[in-house]
């Protein structure tokens, strides 16, 4: 299946307002949204949905966006889908790097910026 034909994009976050946001914006060029406010059964999630890319916060209840990002970077199907690592956190990069994502965004973000990521970790595949 041809990348851009899979507009789906979940993302994980436990904070309503950048869900919102986040999702009203995406919605408007098109994508399919899903979003969750914890990474409980992340595997499971994600595996049903299928997204060509995953937007994942820091701080993502239960464990963490880190240990989310490694478990899906773990399990073969689902390897490949790009992350996209977004926190408040000023280490970002780091946090980014250790849990295998393939961007990074800093909150807050410019909506520009989050297309501008989205599209760049899409078209690398």
Known sequence: ????D?????IFDDDEDILSICAYVLEEQGWEVHIFTDCG???EKVSAIGPSVILMDNWIPDSGGIVATQKLKNTDSLRDIPVVYFSA????QLLATRAGAEAYLAKPFDLNDLERIINSVINKQ
């Open 1 to 4: 299946m041809n990348v851009t």
């Open 6 to 10: 899979n507009r789906k994009i979940i």
């Open 41 to 43: 059964n992340i595997t």
């Open 89 to 92: 956190n000023s280490d970002i």
